[in-house]
């Protein structure tokens, strides 16, 4: 099933200069970015990412690192991109990812993970929408008119 996911290399992955090594990486497993933007968060976006895990004791650490530098948020396309993506990701503690993987390559720490990847299609809608405009976003399909 061709679909789309929300992406964004965290702000250590973009202080490490792994954002052409990640693209790199999504672009080799045959998905394509439809839309990519480089940028600083502010804390009402950071939180509405993060909005599912309001209350958890690592919310405000996880809000207070993607607040701490540039982000690169990107709209990934292809063939099952969500779990895909997730794939590439690896697990979410690098030290438990396989090597090979985004996080297991790179991350340092659970907080520290380099990248962020919607985990569903309802998140992957969600996040989609918070970060762009249904203008900005691409198809590599045709429109179908009707």
Known sequence: MRERTFVMVKPDGVAKGLTDEIVARIERAGLKIVSTRRMKLDRGLAEELYSVHRGKDFFERLVEHVLSGEVVVMLVEGENAIARMRELSGATDPAKATKGTIRGD???????????????????????????????I????????G
């Open 138 to 145: 691409l198809s590599s399909e045709p429109s179908k008119q």
């Open 106 to 136: 790179f991350g340092s720490s659970i907080t520290e993970n380099v990248i962020h990847a919607a985990d569903s299609a309802e998140s992957a809608e969600q996040e989609m929408r918070i970060f762009f405009e249904k203008s900005e």
